[in-house]
């Protein structure tokens, strides 16, 4: 086992008291929150997602979950982007993010629950993490073209470093033409579900060596005063006003994110023109919010119906 994936379960069981938006209502719940350890122990999905590969690396495909016709109609349905965290580093996969991906489709979304190269992968790091999200979204292009998704209906949801994805892949059609990570005609993505997401990379860069903040520098090749670009071409909050709804879903005692950061991004993409709001859940941690669970469950729901309103 690394000494980054050890770290972070270690901070998964623990507590820490988050500073942040006044909570709305939600289940009561133990005082212990969810570890990564139970999360990971939680069963499978009985069915697995159609497995589509879009390119060539073994780590490049991603799942493809379609609603049950008899519940939901024939489509085409609402598509949910899923991009899961784990720092960016290889340790962690998408796995973990089928639970959720299989709930979002009985709620009547198409899912596209994505791999992507990672810290640790051949490849992983700058820019191929970046690009190989961006292609993993457009790889839908194609799948319309046999299966009932609708690309005027694309939203992202991503969980801790994938929520930072999600944010950045929003926003990637306001990259300048001569970025590395700039594509012709990327897909529009029409909002964002952020779940523990990691919303300023140049602050949460900061914090102890071997942590999920010391993955930063690592995945972005450098501090923000070598590398000013790179940061301002994938931090959400340096890409603000992202142009399109935005929900963020946070546990109140999260060690991993702490809600405050949250709030932060929140109150600067609504001061900036966006759409945006923070859900926080008391009692609840860093995990609770990427699996269907009595502390996030309703809130996931509201979220969901939010972002399309």
Not at 65 to 76: E, F, Q, T, V, Y
Not at 123 to 152: H, R, S
């Amino acid at each position: 086992m690394s000494i980054h994936k050890l770290l972070f379960l270690l901070w998964s069981g623990s507590l820490a008291l988050a500073a942040g938006a006044e909570p709305v209502k939600a289940p009561p719940m133990s005082p212990k929150t969810l570890s990564w350890s139970e999360l990971d122990a939680m069963p499978y999905p009985a069915k697995p997602g159609q497995r589509i590969p879009y390119g060539a690396s073994a780590a490049k495909f991603g799942e493809l979950r379609l609603p049950d016709a008899r519940r939901h109609g024939k489509g085409p349905y609402p598509v949910l982007v899923m991009i899961h965290g784990g720092c960016w580093l290889a340790d962690y996969d998408y796995a973990y993010f089928t639970r959720l991906a299989a709930w979002v489709t009985e709620q009547g979304w198409a899912t596209w629950n994505i791999e992507y190269r990672r810290l640790g992968d051949p490849g992983g790091g700058w820019p191929n993490t970046f690009m190989d999200v961006g292609e993993a979204a457009d790889a839908l292009y194609v799948i319309a073209k046999t299966d009932p998704v609708d690309l005027k209906q694309v939203y992202a949801a991503g969980h801790s470093a994938g929520g930072q994805l999600a944010l950045w892949l929003a926003s990637r059609a306001k990259l300048a033409n001569d970025s590395e990570l700039a594509r012709s005609e990327p897909l529009k993505i029409r909002g964002v579900l952020g779940l523990a997401a990691i919303t300023d990379l140049a602050s949460y860069r900061v914090g102890p060596a071997d942590s999920c903040n010391a993955s930063v520098d690592r995945l972005l090749g450098g501090s923000p005063e070598q590398e000013p670009r790179r940061y301002a071409e994938t931090s959400p909050l340096a890409r603000l006003p992202l142009g399109v709804p935005q929900v963020l879903v946070q546990g109140a005692l999260d060690p991993i994110v702490p809600t405050a950061g949250v709030q932060a991004y929140v109150d600067a993409a609504v001061r900036a023109g966006d759409a945006a709001s923070l859900v926080v859940l008391p009692g609840a941690g860093h995990f609770e919010p990427a699996v269907p669970h009595p502390a996030s469950e309703a809130a996931l729901k509201q979220a969901l119906q939010r972002l399309r309103q």
